[in-house]
């Protein structure tokens, strides 16, 4: 089954499954010299990890990252970074009840289809478990763009049909929705306790902003960096749309207002009236910052009595047990952000050797 690695500089290699043993990673190619300790990847994986408050799964990972290789007196050395994370919590009795019955809305009968078997417990590699690879990854990446003065930060900017009007990036970590608008809090909260009450579940949008990303990233035609970025962002479970800039939206703009004016050019700062094109133009960072948004499904697994069918084709009627996230969003902004980070760390590297001026030997 190729299709766990991503990157073509930076290249990750993630590997594991919701009630397996471990979850892991391996970085390929990451420039030596970077200094990085577990801490690094543990603010990040904490941000992630399940069991934060009640609006994600209350299954219990502590997510201890453990570093095995390719780091020499604090530091990368140049070879492969591989990376363990033990599962601890798996529960994987509350899955047999319905290990022949497809769940509707997840991969179960797409995964039977193509491989005829299929890890049931948690969902094998199909679960959200997965990504907490990425994200180890994801903080190695932002570890070498902080040394570029690269920013990513990501944050939930609507749960069903509420949407934040503010964005305050402080408040982002202070709140359990990683939601930017303090406004909004309540009535979203409440949103997502009343489906949970009713064994439902509720979707949302994330939006992620790079700041301090240089003109010049990504390569026409295949390899431009919103194709990266939108394939980087489709590969996260539950993800149902993508859009950059102002998006869908500008479908119901005239081109007069939506052309992002160019103001002037001192060095390598580029300053535009707006930001209509989310940084990105023709497939290349023109320096202004990239805005993205993904939409999340929402989570499928939900304990309301469903329909459905079982491996032999007979029709089943299934609550899905088990500990599942009410809502997919705030635990994605991590995972999203990861994405982002190992799509630029790669477009860099890739830079490295689209433009001699920039190489230095
Ligand atoms: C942070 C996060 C948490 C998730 N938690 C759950 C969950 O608890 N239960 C579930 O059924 N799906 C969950 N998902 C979604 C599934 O992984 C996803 O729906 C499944 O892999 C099928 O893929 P698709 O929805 O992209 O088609 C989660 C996704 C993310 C990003």
Known sequence: MPGN?????????????????????IIDGCPAGIKLNEKDIQIELDKRKPGQSRFTTPRKEPDKIEILSGMFKGKTTGTPI???????DAISKSYSNFKDIYRPG???????????????????????????ARVAAGAVAKKVLNSFKIKTIGFVAQIGDIKCSKFVEKYIEKNPLRISDKSKYNEMTALIDSVRKEGDSVGGVIEVRSTGVPAGLGSPVFEKIDAK???????????????????????????????????????????????NAGGILGGITNGNTIVLRLALKPTSSISKEQESIDSLGKKK???????????LCPRAVPIAEAMVNLV???CIMENQLSNIKKISI
Not at 118 to 123: A, E, I, K, L, S
Not at 232 to 261: C, L, P, Q, Y
Not at 317 to 327: A, I, N, S
């Open 344 to 346: 630029l760390l790669d």
């Open 317 to 327: 009627k299934l609550k899905v047990t088990g500990r599942h996230d009410p809502c």
């Open 82 to 88: 591989s990376m363990l994370i033990m599962n601890i």
């Open 5 to 25: 690695s991503f990157g073509q500089f930076f290249k990750i290699t993630t590997w594991g499954e919701s009630h397996g043993k471990a979850l892991g990673v």
């Open 229 to 275: 970025l939108a394939s980087a962002i489709m590969s996260i479970g539950g993800v149902r749309g993508f859009e950059i800039g102002t998006g869908f939206s500008i479908v119901e703009k005239k081109g007069s207002e939506v052309n992002d004016i160019i103001l002037g050019k001192n060095g390598s700062k580029i300053k535009f009236k707006s930001n």
């Open 106 to 132: 997840h991969a179960d009968l797409s995964y039977d289809e193509k491989y005829g078997i299929r890890d049931y417990r948690g969902g094998g590699r199909s679960s959200n478990r997965e990504t907490v």
